[in-house]
């Protein structure tokens, strides 16, 4: 009896030691695992006392808990630490079946589906133990149900191994470890002994194995750590009201920005805060360009950016508000000094804006580096298909009947870097595959299209220059689509592909058929000339060929240099 007690104990001090180092980005899963333990070592500790057989199905209604739901939390937390998806609904079947059986479970004494009549109890050691089990058809069906978690789970480790090079192997080995000792606890244990009950010990140990786990995978995600760093002490603030104008939360940062801040109560109005940041929301939700706001304290001078508070993957409802405070004094300052020596500073002002400029190009052009690191077949592409569009668009500047403004050249130039930003999103093991794609794996690809024009909105998000934007993102969305409508992802046809985007296409192709891959050696030129003049009017805009033709020249000559 005293092994069950030690094992209740031990268990809740696991709880207290999950506590002590939870973080709010550990998995639910090990959250679930480590509460239910305790249950299912109390059950066995009213097994072990019981003084009748009513008694004793108690506990051993609280014990099968751990076949029904502490296997298949063990299991989702393998499969989310593997990156192994499961969608919702197959989650909410595995979890509706595992509570249908366990339902059974609850008839033991009073249907004969699980057991068959009471079984006996008996007592070695102290402690009482149940014996004379007859199980019924639904118990047979719990270990089938039970065989079929731990085989999966078992497969997702074995794949994992196989496939699954992100995965740390250290954590993998611990995970082999956690289930092996649970197939023993819940199989083997009956070989050893029907006496004592192994399976307290089992759950212990792998609740400890998985505390292990959760603590160590922080180690491979930095985010996290830097997450939360950069939110309680970076150089932003942050501030967040309900609808109703209720005091939410506040950072640190923004605490010693602004002290009032400090003498706010959670879920309660302050007069000081709806007289600051009232007026503010009603000019926001008047205009939403009125989005910035400033706070003089003292010599500082704050900015203040209001937006909504949005919860919730479904419809984002609108939960009240957020405000982001920077110190903006120096911007400030640069102001005062542009209006008192405006002449002066004038020439300044250009500098840092076009150093600005060049640094935001510098971060993109950065990023779509970055993401060409990952894929082994199209170094250099980002730049041969820049220089390809410039190419082509100087030629149609000449044609004076086409009227293309500067400001669209120069967009249109300065978007082709972006054009495969998407790409970042795709598996390396597709990205980096040396040769053809399956159909699923090149329908994992062509996503990269539809994935780009979001990261592009989101990294030009706010931009002054509308025109750039928008070129920016349907370069990125669309350089895949044909003219006779066969391309992806829209499938878009004729002049519904918008103009960048065709532009686009003859540079991402022409570059693709004169360069080396990994997969294919590069075309000659009349090659990749016959192939890209076949295509006008089926892949390509037909009223782009005249420009084609007279920039093939300089084309072949720009690709001749990079020999």
């Given at each position: 009896m005293?092994?069950?007690?030690?094992?209740?104990?031990?268990?809740?001090?696991m709880?207290?030691?999950?506590?002590?180092?939870?973080?709010?980005?550990f998995?639910?899963?090990?959250?679930?695992?480590?509460?239910?333990?305790?249950?299912?070592?109390?059950?066995f500790?009213?097994?072990?006392?019981?003084?009748?057989?009513?008694e004793?199905?108690?506990?051993?209604?609280?014990?099968?808990?751990?076949?029904?739901?502490?296997?298949?939390?063990?299991?989702?937390?393998?499969?989310?630490?593997?990156?192994?998806?499961?969608?919702?609904?197959?989650?909410?079947?595995?979890?509706?079946?595992?509570?249908?059986?366990?339902s059974?479970?609850?008839?033991?004494?009073?249907?004969?589906?699980?057991?068959?009549?009471?079984?006996?109890?008996?007592s070695?050691?102290g402690?009482?133990?149940?014996?004379n089990?007859?199980?019924?058809?639904?118990?047979?069906?719990?270990?089938?149900m039970?065989?079929?978690?731990?085989?999966?789970?078992?497969?997702?480790?074995?794949?994992?191994?196989?496939?699954?090079?992100?995965?740390?192997?250290?954590i993998?080995?611990?995970?082999?470890?956690?289930?092996?000792?649970?197939?023993?606890?819940?199989?083997?244990?009956r070989?050893?002994?029907?006496?004592?009950?192994?399976?307290?010990?089992?759950?212990?140990?792998?609740v400890?194995?998985?505390?292990i786990?959760?603590?160590?995978?922080?180690?491979?995600?930095?985010?996290?750590?830097?997450?939360d760093?950069?939110?309680?002490?970076?150089?932003?603030?942050?501030?967040?009201?309900?609808?109703?104008?209720?005091y939410?939360?506040?950072?640190?940062?923004?605490?010693?920005?602004?002290?009032e801040?400090?003498?706010?109560?959670?879920?309660?109005?302050?007069?000081?805060?709806?007289?600051t940041?009232?007026?503010w929301?009603?000019?926001?939700?008047?205009?939403?360009?009125?989005?910035?706001?400033?706070?003089?304290?003292?010599?500082?001078v704050?900015?203040v950016?209001i937006?909504?508070?949005?919860?919730?993957?479904?419809?984002?409802?609108?939960?009240?508000?957020?405000?982001?405070?920077?110190?903006?004094?120096?911007?400030?300052?640069?102001i005062?000094?542009?209006?008192?020596y405006?002449?002066?500073l004038?020439?300044e002002?250009?500098k840092?804006?076009?150093?600005i400029?060049?640094?935001h190009?510098?971060?993109?052009?950065?990023?779509?580096t970055?993401?060409?690191?990952?894929?082994n077949?199209?170094?250099?592409?980002i730049?041969?298909?820049?220089?390809?569009?410039?190419?082509l668009?100087?030629?149609m500047?000449?044609?004076?009947?086409?009227?293309?403004s500067?400001?669209?050249?120069k967009?249109m130039?300065?978007?082709?870097p972006?054009?495969?930003?998407?790409?970042?999103?795709v598996d390396?093991?597709?990205?980096?595959k040396?040769?053809?794609y399956t159909p699923?794996?090149?329908?994992i690809?062509?996503?990269?299209?539809?994935?780009?024009?979001?990261?592009?909105?989101?990294?030009?998000?706010?931009t002054?220059?509308?025109?750039?934007?928008q070129?920016?993102?349907?370069?990125?969305?669309?350089?895949?689509e044909?003219?006779?409508?066969?391309?992806?992802p829209?499938?878009l046809?004729g002049?519904e592909?918008?103009y960048?985007a065709?532009?686009?296409?003859?540079?991402?192709v022409y570059?693709?058929?004169?360069?080396?891959?990994?997969?294919?050696?590069?075309?000659?030129?009349?090659?990749?000339?016959?192939?890209?003049?076949?295509?006008?009017?089926?892949?390509?805009?037909?009223?782009?060929?005249p420009?084609?033709?007279?920039?093939?020249?300089?084309?072949?000559?720009?690709?001749?240099?990079?020999?």
């Open positions: 005293g092994f069950y007690y030690a094992m209740l104990a031990f268990s809740l001090l709880v207290i030691v999950y506590a002590f180092i939870f973080h709010k980005h998995d639910i899963n090990i959250t679930i695992l480590t509460i239910l333990v305790p249950v299912i070592n109390f059950g500790v009213v097994m072990g006392n019981a003084t009748d057989i009513k004793a199905i108690v506990g051993l209604k609280l014990s099968y808990i751990g076949g029904c739901f502490v296997l298949i939390s063990a299991m989702f937390l393998i499969c989310n630490i593997c990156g192994v998806s499961i969608k919702p609904w197959q989650r909410a079947l595995i979890v509706l079946v595992s509570a249908g059986v366990y059974t479970s609850l008839t033991i004494g009073h249907l004969d589906i699980f057991y068959k009549g009471l079984p006996s109890l008996a070695f050691g402690a009482s133990y149940i014996t089990k007859q199980y019924g058809f639904m118990h047979t069906v719990f270990y089938v039970v065989a079929l978690y731990y085989a999966f789970t078992i497969f997702i480790i074995i794949y994992s191994f196989v496939k699954k090079k992100h995965v740390s192997r250290t993998l080995g611990l995970i082999v470890l956690a289930v092996t000792i649970a197939v023993f606890g819940f199989f083997g244990s070989i050893i002994t029907s006496k004592v009950e192994i399976l307290p010990a089992t759950y212990n140990l792998g400890v194995i998985y505390l786990i959760a603590s160590r995978l922080r180690l491979y995600d930095a985010s996290d750590s830097v997450t760093a950069l939110v309680q002490k970076g150089n932003t603030g942050f501030v967040s009201f309900d609808h109703k104008m209720k939410l939360d506040s950072n640190e940062t923004a605490n010693e920005m602004i002290p801040l400090k003498d706010l109560v959670v879920d309660k109005q302050s007069p000081w805060a709806n007289e940041f009232l007026p929301i009603k000019a926001y939700e008047e205009n939403k360009e009125n989005d910035i706001q400033y706070i003089h304290k003292g010599d500082k704050y900015l950016q937006g909504l508070l949005e919860i919730g993957h479904i419809g984002h409802a609108h939960r009240g508000y957020q405000f982001f405070i920077t110190d903006d004094t120096a911007n400030q300052q640069y005062e000094l542009i209006k008192n405006n002449n002066q004038e020439e002002v250009k840092k804006t076009a150093s400029v060049e640094m190009d510098k971060l993109v052009l950065g990023m779509a970055m993401v060409e690191g990952r894929d077949s199209t170094g250099g592409h730049k041969r298909t820049s220089d390809c569009v410039r190419i668009v100087d030629e500047k000449k044609d004076p009947n086409l009227h293309l500067e400001s669209f050249c967009a130039i300065k978007a082709a972006m054009h495969d930003l998407g790409k970042i999103t390396d093991a597709i990205l980096r040396p040769g053809k699923e794996e090149f329908a690809m062509k996503t990269h299209a539809a994935e780009g024009a979001r990261i592009v909105k989101q990294i030009l998000d706010g002054d220059d509308k025109e750039f934007y070129i920016a993102i349907n370069v990125a969305h669309y350089h895949h044909r003219w006779d409508g066969s391309g992806y829209k499938g046809k002049e592909i918008p960048e065709r532009i686009m296409a003859i540079a991402d570059d693709a058929l004169v360069s080396k891959r990994v997969y294919k050696e590069r075309m000659s030129f009349e090659q990749a000339n016959s192939i890209i003049m076949d295509g006008m009017g089926k892949h390509f805009d037909k009223s782009l060929e420009y084609y033709v007279r920039a093939k020249e300089k084309l072949e000559e720009y690709y001749k240099s990079l020999d």
